[in-house]
C-alpha cells in the first residue's frame, strides 16, 4: 500500500496551482498534484482537455501563466527544456531516418560528450532493454513501426533521465501492436524505475499502464487516483463516464442515510450509493451503472438478490467476441437506452431485438452524483 502523504524527498515532480491562458483560452486551471519518485503516471482526458499543454509545461517548452513546477524539489519556470533531465518520446518519433538504431541511440550521449567506450555500452544495453539487441546496424528505415518506437524509447533513456514524458507515442500504431508496446512501457518503466508521465485519450491504456491516473476535463483535474480508484470510485459523473462504459438515469434525490442515496427517476425509487459530497435532498442527479454490473434474464425470470429490478425491451445486440453488448430500451426509466455486457458464452446470444427482457443491478453499483 501507498503511504498517504510521501516525504519530500520522495516526490520527482509536483505541480503547484498550475494555468496556461492562451488569449482568452484557459487551456490549464489552476492544476495541482505531486507524483512520488518512480511512478507511473498517465494524464487522461478527451482532446482539448489540456493534458498536452500541461505535459508541455512540465517539459519546460511552455512556460505556466500562474504557478509554478517544481522537479526533484527545485523551482523549474526558468529552467529551459535542455536544462531538464528529461528524456520524451512522442506521436511523431523525430528518429533521424538515414542513421541506423544504434546512432539513433547513441545521439543524446554524443551531445553530453560521453566517451566512446561508454557509449558503445549504454548503446547496446538500451537496445536490449527494447529487445533490439541484433538491430543495432540497421537503419531505422529499415525498422517496423513497433521496432521504430523501441528505437525511440531507448534514444529517450539512455541518458538516464530522471523524468520520461510520453505524449500520445502510441497513437499511430494499429491496435494490437499498441497493446504491446503498453506492456513494454509498463515493463521497461518497472525495470529502470524511472518516474514517468504519459498522456493519452486512451482509457484502456491509462488502466493498462499506470500507476496513478489523473483525468482532465475543461482545463481542470477531476481525479487523481490509482486506476482501480478512478474505475471503481470515479469522484463524478464526468470520470464515470470517461473511463469505462456507464449508463445514467437522471433523476432528483429523495433521501440521504449514509453512505446510501435513494433517488426517484421517472417514478420509481432508486437506491444507490451517494458517490458525491454535493449531492443534496431534492436537487437533480445522475445514477450511474457500468454496463457490466447490469444483469439480464428474460422478461419472467429471476434476478435473485438484486436490488434493482426494471424491464427492457432489447434494440439491439452486438456480438463482439469476448462478450456481447446488448442496448436495452428501458420503459420504466423514461426510455433511456441502457448498454449492458454479457461476458458469459453459456448465454451470449440469448436475446435479439425485440426481446422482452428483464434487467437488475445491486445498489452499491449505482453511484450517485449532483447534476
Ligand atoms: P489533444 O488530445 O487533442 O491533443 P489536449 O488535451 O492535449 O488535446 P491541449 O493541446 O493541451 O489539449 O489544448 C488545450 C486547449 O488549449 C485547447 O482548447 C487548445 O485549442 C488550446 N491551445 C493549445 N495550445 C495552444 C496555443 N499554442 N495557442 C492557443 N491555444 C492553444
Not at 62 to 84: K, L, M, W, Y
Not at 106 to 123: G, Q, T
Amino acid at each position: 500500500e501507498q503511504p498517504a502523504v510521501e516525504p519530500h524527498d520522495r516526490i520527482a515532480v509536483s505541480v503547484k496551482d498550475v494555468s496556461m491562458v492562451f488569449g482568452n483560452v484557459h487551456a490549464v486551471k489552476s492544476a495541482s498534484f505531486d507524483l512520488p519518485k518512480g511512478r507511473f503516471l498517465t494524464i487522461l482526458g478527451p482532446s482539448g482537455s489540456g493534458k498536452t499543454t500541461l505535459l508541455r509545461m512540465i517539459a519546460g517548452f511552455d512556460r505556466p501563466t500562474g504557478g509554478e513546477i517544481f522537479i526533484n524539489g527545485q523551482p523549474v519556470s526558468a529552467v529551459p527544456p535542455h536544462g531538464r533531465a528529461i528524456g520524451m518520446v512522442f506521436q511523431k518519433l523525430a528518429l533521424f531516418p538515414h542513421m541506423t538504431a544504434a546512432e539513433n541511440v547513441a545521439f543524446p550521449l554524443k551531445m553530453r560528450r560521453h566517451d566512446a567506450r561508454r557509449i558503445l555500452e549504454k548503446v547496446e544495453r538500451y537496445l536490449d532493454l527494447v529487445r533490439l539487441g541484433g538491430y543495432g546496424n540497421r537503419r531505422i528505415n529499415e525498422l517496423s513501426g513497433g521496432q521504430q518506437q523501441r528505437v525511440a524509447i531507448a534514444r529517450a533513456l539512455v541518458f538516464e533521465p530522471d523524468l520520461l514524458l510520453l505524449d500520445e507515442p502510441l497513437a499511430a500504431l494499429d491496435r494490437k501492436l499498441r497493446e504491446e508496446m503498453q506492456l513494454e512501457f509498463r515493463r521497461i518503466q518497472k525495470e529502470l524505475g524511472v518516474t514517468t508521465i504519459n498522456v493519452t485519450h486512451d482509457q484502456r491504456e491509462a488502466l493498462v499502464v499506470s500507476d496513478e491516473i489523473i483525468v482532465m476535463n475543461g482545463g481542470s483535474i477531476q481525479q487523481k487516483a490509482r486506476p482501480v480508484d478512478a474505475y471503481r470510485a470515479p469522484s463524478n459523473a464526468f470520470v464515470a463516464n470517461f473511463i469505462g462504459v456507464t449508463n445514467f438515469v437522471e433523476g432528483r434525490v429523495v433521501e440521504l442515510a449514509g453512505s446510501r442515496a435513494t433517488i426517484e427517476a421517472n417514478g420509481l425509487h432508486l437506491a444507490g450509493l451517494a458517490a458525491d459530497a454535493t449531492l443534496a435532498g431534492g436537487k437533480p442527479c445522475a445514477g450511474a451503472v457500468r454496463a457490466e454490473q447490469i444483469r439480464v434474464a428474460p422478461k419472467d425470470g429471476h434476478l435473485d438478490g438484486l436490488e434493482t429490478v426494471v424491464d427492457g425491451l432489447v434494440v439491439d445486440c452486438i456480438f463482439e467476441g469476448e462478450r456481447v453488448v446488448y442496448e436495452i430500451r428501458v420503459p420504466q426509466l423514461g426510455d433511456v437506452l441502457m448498454r449492458v455486457f454479457d461476458h458469459d458464452p453459456e448465454s451470449h446470444l440469448q436475446f435479439g431485438p425485440g426481446d422482452a427482457v428483464r434487467l437488475g443491478w445491486n445498489a452499491r453499483d449505482m453511484h450517485v452524483f449532483a447534476k
